[in-house]
């Protein structure tokens, strides 16, 4: 079963995640609500797949995708925004993201491209 | 059960009245410091949220209003907008309206936003700074605002254990008065306390269920403890994880973690083999580590499963006789059950190494007993080179067990239903003396049966255990318990009913006697001993010895 680390500060959008990516077969293995907590829980419970929000209170998305990157280069992280946000989500792609979603996403539209990433061979 | 649309919507509300406070706490901050950049960032984090939530819960307003809102904030960010009085005011006008359309969620009431205000919203965002004199008064609606608190509230467990044993004490009165309610064959009084029977059966299920936490909250802390006893051993463990969504009693859960814990390194210390070793077995490098979680409505159980090299039985006969806990004649003849049995013997370990994880001496006796200690069950199956499975059975609450009733000369007894495997009765000739016990056959299982009479009432010295001639009657009722991988029946007088009870323990100096695990309070007023099935076993080995 693929494991998969929901980072986003706002609890309804976490158990939204939660419930659709495990209803599809998916273990949720974490859920960070801040960015700090989001670099532990990366290198505690080493997921397939991280999503990643890119407005966090302590840090921005970004940094803590760098953080990430730093400590687990290949780790596949999706980028989940809003709209309007589009210089944050290509800048994070330059940083390694793997692929993004846009707020309100449908649980189509997440699940294929978590379903995407993840048969992505790692390179 | 909720639909999850209602729990979405009951989250939803609850995490934006949050953002409602914040928000007004942040914005009274920037009205003295305007060029907080910090508050201004998390001014514009909740709005972000907010409004990314109640698009995707289909709030269009609320999203509008946000949207708005934080293009403001953005322009105040970008010091394109100056915080000045006008501005300020309808910010926090729209901020009261953002928390309006959630309360008016909350109470299922339809809402339109004030055309004035999202008009003044307009003008700022469109940054008509010549024009905020333009700026409508909007009707001020603050002398009749309600002040709205969250919808989640933080409890200390101390306190729900409170009232976890109020309803416990409400359950015994309330036994009580449904068995006055008959006797006195009141009709008004039956329908008051069969209506208050339902009210406290309620009751004690909707405490039970705010002391309910996920299993996953202490699963979910493995992957990094596997990670670093596996580090220190030299040895690959993939550790899979199911049921974290599986509801448990807090408590209960408190009290599994250490044994979890001690469970989790046996396995990995000593269960699973060196990934050399492995390969020469034929088996994936990595050691396989199962821990998963399933309920009913009365239990949880827990299961922790390795592929590793399993127990070794002939160390562990060869430790029980050295130990003298078994004659070598009879270790010889025990079944697989029974010698796994001996593991639980307090101290005993086989272990020959001690590690940095796994000392030796820390035996699974203290894991037993904490399980023992909540009323649930630990058993563990193994197969040599394949691999160890340790099972805990759990009740989900502490305070109410279901149990058995039965009747032992003429005092009333209960059994926690957990411990009981099935309930069987037997002609008396179907029961055989064998050596100094008793022995039936249950579906080709072989099973020691005891009087529970001659267990609790003979002395001493006259105690015959092994004496078919005590028992009375013909046909023998006979309760199976199991304890420790063994099985044993127990013979009783009268067998009653299954009923939800209250456990009270024994005071002082009595709660010394640990054959009773405590005492219930029957609706009749009797008082009911519930027997430990635990002790009751060892006793019963003691005796026999």
Redesign the interface.
Known sequence: ?KRILIVD?????R??LK?ML?DAGY?V??EAPNGQTALELA????PDLITLDV???DNTGLDVLKGIKADQPDMKVIIVS?VGQEVIVNEAMEYGAKAYIV???SEEKVLEVVSQVLSEEAK | MKS?EQ??KE??IA?ALEYYDALNRHISTLEKQPDDERTLA?V??LL??L???S???GYLHISDVSHKLETAFSLVRSKELSFSDEVVTVLFDGIDLLGELISAIDKDEEKEPDPVLLRNLDIIVENLSESTIELAKVQKYSSSKNLSLSELVYIQIKKLDHLMNLVGELMIDRDRILSLSKELGSNELKAVSSHLYRITEDLQYSVMDARLVNIGSLF?KF??IV?DIATAEKKEVDL???GQ?IQIDRNILQIMTDSLLHLVRNAVTHGLELPAERERKGKPRAGKLRMSAQSDRENVLIELTDDGSGMDFKQIKRTAVERQLVTADVAKGLTDAEVLSFLFEPGFSTAREVTEFSGRGVGLDVVKNAIDSIGGRLTVDSEKGRGTTFTMLLPTSIAVKGALLFEVDEIFYAIPLIHTQQVVALDKDEIHEIGEVMIANLKGENVTVVYLHELLNADEADMRLGDKDRLKGQVQNIVVVAYNNRKLGLIVDKLYRQQDIVVKPMSKPLDRIDLYGGVTLLGTGKVCLVLDVPATTRYFMNRRQ
């Open positions: 079963m500060d706002s609890f309804y959008m158990t939204m419930n495990t273990e293995v974490g290198k505690e419970t080493t407005i966090l209170p809003a707020k309100p996403f | 999850r729990e979405y989250i939803f995490e998390e514009f984090r972000h949220n409004k990314a939530n698009k995707a819960i979910n992957p990094r990670r899979t994880l199911s969504d």
